[in-house]
């Protein structure tokens, strides 16, 4: 299968609800339209992961960015600007997604990717993307393809083909919380 039609085919899924495994500039994911709440809670189910332990999000650009986050601090953008590794960062009061993607305080980790596969689903999607490790909440998050279960696999609607043949894990993203008045907190 060409990247085009992977890319078509996960898209096609996303926007009807659906949910896909697909690889990011992390480890392997789980994701969702992140503003369909029903689409959100499928994924909770399959990860058997409590409500209350929120999901991050993916978007494309530092626009898509500003149109879930109302006033991002400048500490926020500094950090992105400097940042080598994958960064997630955790926004206080978010907008224009599922509510049932937030922490109990109301907050929500978003990262900016430049992966390939991971940036063009934003990008065509249009909206956010629901990016949660492809495991059962507790177990190990799979870096590559091959390690993610059967259950889990047999539990979306849509298997990226791009990058399964990967054999090197990349690492987690790094997650801070810049918090109103820009404090910052480093979460790992």
């Not at 494309?60 to 109302?70: P, Q």
């Not at 909206?127 to 979306?156: C, F, H, M, Q």
Request: proline share 5%.
């Amino acid at each position: 299968m060409t990247f085009e039609e992977d890319i078509k085919q996960a898209v096609d899924c996303l926007k009807n609800g659906g949910l896909i495994l697909y690889p990011t500039d992390t480890v392997w994911g789980i994701g969702c339209d992140a503003t369909n709440p029903d689409a959100v809670k499928r994924i909770y189910d399959l990860k058997r992961r409590e409500e209350s332990k929120s999901m991050l999000v993916l978007v494309d650009s530092d626009g898509a960015l500003e149109r879930i986050v109302d006033d991002i601090p400048e500490v926020a953008w500094q950090l992105i600007d400097a940042a080598v590794d994958p960064l997630t960062i955790i926004y206080d009061h978010p907008k224009n997604v599922a509510t049932n993607l937030l922490a109990n305080d109301g907050s929500l980790g978003i990262r900016i990717t430049d992966e390939k596969y991971s940036k063009e689903l934003c990008r065509r999607l249009r909206r956010p993307l629901v990016s949660t490790s492809a495991n059962i909440s507790g177990n190990k998050a799979p870096g590559i393809y091959s390690d993610i279960s059967e259950e889990i696999k047999a539990g979306v609607d849509y298997v990226a083909s791009y990058r399964r043949d990967d054999t090197e894990a990349p690492s987690p993203s790094n997650i801070i919380k810049v918090s109103e008045g820009g404090l910052v907190k480093v979460i790992r």
